[in-house]
DNA sequence: CCTGGCACTCTGCGCTTTCGAGTGCCAGCA
DNA sequence: TGCTGGCACTCGAAAGCGCAGAGTGCCAGG
């Protein structure tokens, strides 16, 4: 195991490699930091470091800079997530209050998260397997012609038309209408297929079909529906990238266009908690000079989707946690409330 | 005036120069066009040009490029729109065909695009106001409760509840609303008003406060959603700018993500034919070194939103002009259609 | 009005030199 | 055993230099 003083000097190189981003060498480090040992030690520690995978020198004789592995190990260890000051946090709670709609929202958080990360923002829009149920309206446009209207417990609002085989009462409607509710509301869009899988046996006859059709067309759009979007913002910061940027930017780019590509990327992002991919622990190859900063948030306990950052490896590490956190909480209150 | 042999030059001036991304020289020049005469002769034509500001040389004794002026003239003189061929048509056809909603359609326009002009693509969603009406829906989901919901001959749909002051009958719903739409169906958002501002007084008093709220409703939603949305795709075509791009490149993404900017933008082409704005001509300073191809496209004749082309001035302006009107046309066809 | 010729002006490129930051290693010391 | 100062060495970045080539402007002649 590395020595304490050792995580020291690994803390410290990569403090300083991301605030000047240029390689740091031993004698730079040891007048920036207070290591209490001469630049002599710090090199013998580096060559240990070095040894074991964490920093790497671009060119014999220059200055070291973390590698991925480097990056982890700092995240994992070294670093906390810092919070945010309580102006900036009321600030965000102010920004995200005067959102209107859903849309609203979404495009309010990505604006707040690229510019508190200075980097590139990524917003899932609420799912919704794993959102619930507001209400279930089922309502007669013509005899055999019904319309049925899916609201969520995030806002999101869908409908689909239904032909159905036979005529249908307005009794039949109702009663139809009230036995769904109780049944799903409050409940997960995961939960429903269960919940009425045996209603269309509890009608008439006559009424079978039709309630088979609106449960069949109920229970696709559930599953057209998990579709999920998503909404990016920040991306001139990548402009901020490094100095040899136009071949590193073009793939991340890319990537970032393809929403399956993102969409993948956030869902390989653990369910609770934050996740951290750096570099090469990015599926996705264009990724691979990105580290990618994901947590899922929620109206209540449990996340209905995800949104973080993509910024480069060299990255402000426990600043980018903190208000990729903050914004997260702050979001999922919005939603409850709403 | 310019001598048709000057004209020549420059156009060959700016194929080339969009060509190779180089000052091109007078004796390049000869070779790869057949003028018919010296590099001489060429050189005092250049000379001339540059007199008149259609032309530049970025240091003395390196070969010229145009300025905006010298693009003004070629597209408005030189060039003509280069129309696409039957594979390409049929293919834009075939892939627009498969779009399932509007979102989709939109969606792969804006890919299409990007994909066709390789530049960046910004793509309007039809707006209500010039949209007509296809039908509206009243359902009671209440006694005193309305859901108002409105479909466009352009696939969008918008609801909204309506809290009635009092109870309103099955009898005076059907009634509102089969009058509701013999009047404006088919009519054109903008017009709406006038065509409902009569409504109420042909109701019984008791009906009178309710169907006055379901129409202030209707107007509201007309005006609220007459916020444009727009989709944009195909940034990573940026890299493609030039060899100095870091620094073109950022106000350009910067504007991009300003959806106020890309709105005016669009808005201030013209509302048929196609717009052309090159380099300074663009009021937003970030855009000063890109050009905008938009083009207005609707379901019927009249143009019910935009879409068109970022990119470097040093664009292929021919094919990308054919590009953006063969796109916006059989957008206009599929929308039409569904 | 066009053309060939000529002198001139730059930029870009490759080469060499220099400079300095940073390293590895070693011998000495607590 | 671990820290330290010293020293020789490496190698990239920056600066200077010269050259080749593309391109120009201008002029005298057809």
Redesign the interface.
């Known amino acids: 195991m590395l020595s304490e003083r050792r995580l020291e000097v690994l803390r410290a190189i990569v403090q300083d490699y991301v605030g000047t981003e240029e390689p740091v060498g031993s004698k730079a480090l040891t007048e920036r930091h207070r290591l209490g040992v001469s630049p002599a030690t710090v090199r013998n520690d580096m060559a240990v470091l070095e040894d074991e995978g964490f920093i790497a020198q671009p060119h014999t004789s220059a200055g070291r800079i973390p590698t991925d592995k480097g990056y982890r190990l700092f995240v994992d260890k070294l670093a906390g997530v810092k919070p945010l000051s309580s102006p900036e946090r009321r600030a965000i709670q102010n920004f995200l209050a005067g959102a209107v709609d859903l849309d609203d929202v979404v495009g309010r958080t990505v604006r707040l998260l690229a510019q508190l990360t200075r980097q590139v923002a990524v917003v899932q829009y609420p799912s919704l397997t794993r959102s619930t149920v507001r209400h279930v309206?089922l309502?007669a446009?013509a005899p055999a012609r019904l319309?049925l209207?899916l609201i969520t417990d995030t806002g999101r609002?869908e409908?689909r038309m239904i032909d159905c085989p036979a005529p249908f009462g307005e009794t039949s409607l109702a009663d139809l209408r009230a036995r769904l509710n109780s049944r799903v509301v409050g409940r997960r869009f995961a939960d429903v297929p269960q919940l009425v899988q045996d209603l269309p046996e509890s009608f008439e006859n006559e009424d079978r079909g039709t309630v088979s059709t609106v449960l069949s067309v109920l229970l696709e759009t559930l599953v057209e529906e998990t579709e999920e979007r998503l909404m990016i913002?920040?991306?001139?910061n990548?402009?901020r990238f490094g100095h040899d940027?136009?071949v590193m930017?073009?793939p991340v780019?890319?990537a970032?266009?393809e929403q399956v590509v993102l969409l993948k990327l956030l869902g390989e992002a653990k369910d609770s908690g934050m996740t951290v991919r750096i570099g090469h622990e990015n599926a996705h190859e264009g990724l691979n000079a990105t580290s990618v900063v994901a947590v899922g948030y929620g109206s209540g306990d449990e996340a209905v989707a995800k949104l973080g950052v993509v910024g480069p490896t060299r990255m402000d590490y426990p600043g980018t946690m903190g208000a990729v956190r903050a914004v997260a909480r702050y979001v999922g209150q919005i939603l409850a409330e709403s």
């Open positions: 309206e309502l446009l319309m209207v609002v409908q913002g920040g991306t001139s990548l402009t940027f136009p930017i073009r780019l890319e970032l266009e």
